[in-house]
Nanobody, 124 residues
Framework: QVFLAESGGGSVNVGGSRRLACAAS????????LVWFRRAPGKEREEVAS???????KYKNSVRGRFTVSRDNAGNTLYLQMNSLKPDDPALYYC??????????????????WGQGTQVTVSS
């Protein structure tokens, strides 16, 4: 069992930066792939970024170049550095830990454990 707790959310101005953290407990994260999702009001959940158990990152197109996902296996923590925040970025951001699996021709991180989320708001 892995328990995940996000932190770092809050309000930031357009163009600003925020660093989210996802602390894991209960079991080490080194063997899991990790994902950041977000859900904005009235919208579907979307995957923002993921990182494999060997550290390979993937990003949603709209955040590539602005967001950086990283992991600290020794510290059992996942991070999301968000720069140049835009009015489209506000959402509840939450992390997940899971296993890599193939879906068609794509390899994805399929979540098993979920955090509760941290809210990010962006002010213009």
């Amino acid at each position: 069992q892995v328990f995940l707790a996000e932190s770092g959310g809050g309000s930031v101005n357009v163009g600003g930066s925020r660093r989210l953290a996802c602390a894991a407990s209960g079991h080490g994260i080194s063997n899991y792939c990790l994902v950041w999702f977000r859900r904005a009001p009235g919208k579907e959940r979307e995957e923002v970024a993921s990182i494999s158990n060997i550290g390979l990152p993937k990003y949603k197109n709209s955040v590539r170049g602005r967001f950086t996902v990283s992991r600290d296996n020794a510290g059992n923590t996942l991070y999301l550095q968000m720069n140049s925040l835009k009015p489209d970025d506000p959402a509840l951001y939450y992390c997940a830990a899971g296993h890599q699996e193939w879906r068609g021709i794509s390899e994805v991180c399929a979540p098993v454990y979920w955090g509760q989320g941290t809210q990010v708001t962006v002010s213009s």
